[in-house]
């Protein structure tokens, strides 16, 4: 699978000149659709000259703005493309088994280009018992959603799994706000109503952290935190599997930051579990605790 331009800039962040960055934060922050229209009307949303611009496409490897649109162009074609669509382009006979094979490079790649900095600072959010912590996923996302969410109620307090019809959600949101952190799961094609849910949240004050795929949701304009997956494999269906390993990694590192508080809670659970059923009284500790 080609490697997404967006990844390539938050690599190379470092590599940029002090303009050149603004240009990079400009186009991730809308991206890709802020590289689609003039060299001018790029370099005025990013607070730089012209020429800066084709110097920051120039160091991304475009010999010039048409082909760096161009690239720009076939990422949002990606973005929208339905699982119809890319139905189109299996193979019908393919040696060996490439599926499987692309689900490990998934997760090797998401870990190797995930941006270090994103992941620890938000474990550590996490891990504040003075936040209040909601999870939500889309059609195909809610599942990681609720699993996080189900693993973290057990190690720390105050955490909510946002599920249900969309019309309950708003009695949700009426008291998210500084004190809370949102939680979004969200791939192409991306759900107006999730991306509606953390824009509400983010205005009443909250912490949004991104969950995404390689093109990023548009909840990444105002997300604090962003950790981007890839989930194409040679299917009509994207894969969850670096999603999940994500979401696995923060639970073990919220369980690992606060060791004695994760312990206190699983023996009170025990306890709670031994009292409403005395035959696990002694039973060895599931996985499903």
Do not use: C
Request: aromatic share 6%; hydrophobic share 45%; net charge neutral.
């Amino acid at each position: 699978m080609e490697r997404p331009l967006l990844e390539d800039i938050r690599d190379r962040l470092d590599e940029f000149t002090a303009t050149e960055k603004k240009a990079a934060h400009a186009l991730m922050a809308n991206y890709p659709m802020q590289g689609l229209g003039t060299v001018a009307q790029f370099a005025e949303a990013a607070g730089v000259s012209s020429p800066t611009i084709l110097r920051f496409v120039g160091r991304l490897g475009f010999p010039g703005f048409a082909e760096f649109q161009r690239k720009l162009r076939g990422e949002l074609e990606s973005q929208l493309n339905s699982p119809l669509a890319r139905s189109a382009n299996m193979e019908e006979n393919p040696v060996g088994d490439p599926h499987v094979s692309q689900l490990l490079d998934n997760v090797r790649e998401t870990f190797a280009h995930l941006p270090k900095g994103e992941l620890t600072g938000l474990i550590k959010l996490l891990s504040d018992e003075r936040k209040h912590v909601h999870l939500i996923g889309g059609r195909f996302t809610d599942g990681l959603a609720r699993y996080m969410a189900a693993h973290l109620r057990i190690v720390r307090a105050n955490v909510n799994h946002v599920a249900g019809q969309q019309g309950n959600w708003l009695d949700q949101l009426i008291g998210i706000g500084p004190k809370d952190v949102v939680v979004v799961f969200d791939i192409r094609r991306y759900q107006a109503e999730i991306i509606q849910f953390a824009e509400a949240a983010a205005r009443q004050g909250a912490t949004v952290a991104l969950v995404t795929d390689s093109w990023m949701s548009p909840v990444g304009r105002i997300a604090s935190f962003v950790l981007p997956a890839r989930v194409a494999v040679p299917s009509p269906w994207d894969s969850s599997l670096a999603l999940m390993a994500i979401a696995e990694v923060l639970i073990t590192g919220v369980t690992r930051q606060n060791q004695t508080r994760a312990q206190e809670r699983m023996r009170a659970l025990e306890k709670l579990r031994n009292e409403i059923d005395p035959s696990t009284e002694g039973r060895a500790m599931g996985p499903d605790i």
